[in-house]
């Protein structure tokens, strides 16, 4: 068998490629290039898919955050409690909104927001909570509402990596006030370029993002306050569209070749992804935890396994986030499992067999070292 990439986009391309192709040109000979009907009717399917009544497509998932975060009147003087082990794109957004992010914990099982660890990060300032689905595992959403509701806090869902999730029964996304989707195209759920969004069940909030997102208007031409310019590209939104359908049979592909990985890891020293009764991960990523990270990494590479890690620096510990003040060391389980992680091939297009010899790779390197 030939080496096993990491990803292999151009597969779910090949697979829809006539649709995709039909949609792309429908749009160019449309004449309509912005907003509009294709970006309105794929805004309602997402929505659906999500539990929500509204969704508001943006240029991309970091924007979906930063808009939710506006449209919310989060801004300066606000503190917003989040994770430090995520995507960069969460933090920025709390900080282009103006706000400070206040960092905690994550669960040592879940890799998510530790409800147990909010009410050390609370203060009177605190304005909104964004817990992130990281790798397709939702984070534990009971606690972190109850928590928000006694204090009148809004929770915003970061979904970036968890599209088709379900937490107690309810899709991710549907369960905050506020819940930011990306469709970057190595999601689940993947454009053929950025693109996002923000859904809500909240009508007003709803409104206010479709204002924010191009320019604050209501009317055309009238800024009523000051938006950006994030629009969900209409050429994305039709591609999307003929994929939305496929997204639970991937998401079964998925959780599948997870299965096999995890049956075919289980004598290794590999620490494997948790599963909960009350969650249904999608893996988005595949990520493990192995005492001998980078010398396994390195034996994978050489025999033409790609890997990644997610993340190799916690947000709190880079340089553009050092002078919010957070020491090495305030956030243990964050910081330890970074020498630990590595995220393997997982995409629903990967064969049985491709699972079988990535893993048969980390059994040779067990036996190989000993
Ligand atoms: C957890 C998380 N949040 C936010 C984002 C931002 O999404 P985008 O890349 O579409 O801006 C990403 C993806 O990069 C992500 O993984």
């Not at 599209?163 to 309810?170: D, E, F, L, M, P």
């Not at 938006?227 to 599948?256: C, F």
Request: glycine fraction near 8%; aromatic fraction near 8%; proline fraction near 7%.
């Amino acid at each position: 068998m030939s080496g096993i990439p990491f990803l292999n986009l151009k597969a779910q391309y090949e697979s829809l490629k006539s649709e995709i192709d039909a949609a792309a040109a429908r749009v160019l000979a449309s004449g309509w290039y912005v907003l509009g009907p294709e970006v309105e009717a794929f805004e309602q399917a997402y929505a659906q898919m999500a539990g929500c009544e509204f969704g508001v497509g943006t240029g991309s998932g970091t924007e979906a955050l930063h808009l939710a975060l506006l449209a919310a009147g989060v801004g300066p003087g606000d503190e917003v409690i989040t994770v430090s082990h995520t995507a960069v794109a969460t933090v920025a957004a709390i900080r282009l909104a103006g706000a400070r992010p206040a960092f905690v914990d994550i669960d040592p099982r879940r890799y998510t927001l530790n409800p147990a660890e909010l009410a050390r990060a609370f203060n009177p300032r605190t304005r909104a909570i964004i817990p992130v689905h990281l790798y397709g595992q939702p984070a534990d959403m009971a606690p972190i509402m109850e928590f928000a509701r006694a204090r009148n806090l809004l929770v915003i869902e970061d979904c970036a990596q968890a599209a088709g999730a379900r937490y107690q029964n309810q899709p991710v996304g549907a369960i905050g006030h506020l819940a930011a989707h990306s469709f970057y195209p190595t999601k689940n759920l993947g454009a053929a370029g950025d693109g996002g969004m923000v859904t809500t069940n909240d009508a007003a909030l709803a409104r206010r993002l479709r204002a924010l997102r191009q320019y604050g208007w209501r009317r055309r031409y009238i800024s009523e306050e000051t938006g950006l310019n994030s629009r969900l590209d209409p050429i994305q939104a039709a591609i999307l569209a003929v994929k939305l359908p496929h997204l639970p049979a991937w998401n079964a592909a998925r959780r599948r070749l997870a299965a096999r990985y995890r049956q075919e890891l289980a004598s290794t020293q590999a620490i494997l992804p948790a599963e909960f009764p009350d969650s249904e991960h999608v893996y988005h990523l595949f990520v493990i935890r192995h005492p001998r990270r980078d010398a396994l990494q390195r034996y994978l590479r050489a025999q033409g396994v790609g890997t990644l890690i997610h993340y190799p620096l916690p947000v709190h510990l880079q340089p553009a986030h050092r002078s919010l003040g957070n020491e090495p060391g305030s956030l243990p389980i964050s910081e330890g499992l970074v020498a630990e992680i590595l995220s393997l091939p997982l995409y629903p297009e990967l064969s049985e067999a491709g699972v079988s010899r990535v893993a048969q790779v980390i059994r040779d390197f067990e036996e190989m070292a000993g």
